[in-house]
């Protein structure tokens, strides 16, 4: 073979271009401020998740609250009193207090246009 057509690889030696010289301090630099960055962005997101643990904890405590009250409503029925809640949604009561509360909001809304 002809040595002029083999190539001899050098030892560590990259295709492409050398690489540029970077300042040290300068990538120092970057670094911390990427470090910076990614602290802030971790913690608003366990600020984010802190926040929807407590307003989970908020709805669990209400449902719970709920919960209690329809036991005692149960408990009551069975003994033979009716609440007066459930009374109140049994005659209606409740509906009609929706109504009057839609019918003002409709009163609201027809004002403007009466003027």
């Known amino acids: 073979m002809d040595e002029s057509k083999v190539k001899l690889k050098k030892p560590g030696g990259k295709r492409g271009r050398k690489p540029a010289k970077i300042d040290l301090k300068a990538k120092l630099e970057r670094s911390r401020q990427s470090a910076r ?11 984010h ?3 929807q643990v407590s ?6 405590c209400a449902l719970r609250e709920e919960l209690r ?3 005692q409503w149960c408990v009551a029925m069975d003994q033979g009193k009716f609440p007066s ?10 509906q009609k207090s929706q109504q009057s ?8 809304r027809l004002a403007p246009l009466q003027r």
């Open 49 to 51: 998740l802190e926040e």
């Open 37 to 47: 960055e990614c602290r802030a962005r971790k913690k608003l997101r366990y600020q």
């Open 101 to 108: 509360s839609s019918n003002k909001s409709k009163s609201d």
């Open 85 to 94: 809640e459930i009374k109140a949604l049994l005659t209606g009561d409740d």
């Open 69 to 71: 009250m329809y036991k």
């Open 55 to 60: 307003e989970r904890e908020r709805a669990i």
